[in-house]
């Protein structure tokens, strides 16, 4: 368990939280629940409602559809904002590949802390946008290495 003052210190770490004032941080950290998973434990399944995202504190945490991976992510990563804006069920699973331990801020604590300090949902914007960024990166090397047949230049011949 975090005391008051690690909490504080983790938390201004976390890019999303990054820039705000401590005073605000103070009353954040402090209505965030901590929990601690073991290795192998799903934190939420592909498809689940959403309504909380997770800050990884220790630990290592694997994004993924089925088998397929998507990511990685480690201390001071945040996984599952998107379902809290789009209220959508959750894009892909996510599993503990150790033990790890969570801070976890409700959608409601959250929107609380927007209506507070706006600026945390800038910074929450600049996290997905680098996510569709870096999913865009991952397509755009996908694609050259698999290339799919262009089918338009002879389709004048096979339509008449």
Do not use: W
């Amino acid at each position: 368990m975090l005391s008051s003052v690690e909490r504080l210190l983790f938390v201004r770490a976390v890019p999303i939280f990054q820039e705000l004032r401590d005073d605000f941080l103070v009353r954040l950290a402090s209505v965030m629940d901590e929990l601690s998973f073991p290795a192998e434990h799903t934190l939420f399944t592909e498809g689940q409602e959403g309504r909380s995202l997770y800050i990884v504190v220790s630990g290592l945490v694997r994004v993924h559809i089925g088998d397929r991976d998507l990511a990685k992510l480690k201390q001071g990563d945040v996984v599952g904002e998107m379902s809290l804006f789009d209220s959508e069920p959750r894009s892909a699973s996510v599993t503990t590949l150790e033990n790890c331990e969570c801070l976890m801020l409700t959608q409601l604590q959250l929107y609380d802390a927007i209506d507070e300090t706006p600026g945390i949902a800038i910074n929450i914007i600049r996290l997905l946008s680098r996510r569709i960024r870096e999913l865009n990166s991952k397509v755009n090397v996908y694609e050259a290495k698999n290339p799919t047949p262009d089918f338009t230049k002879a389709g004048s011949n096979l339509v008449r």
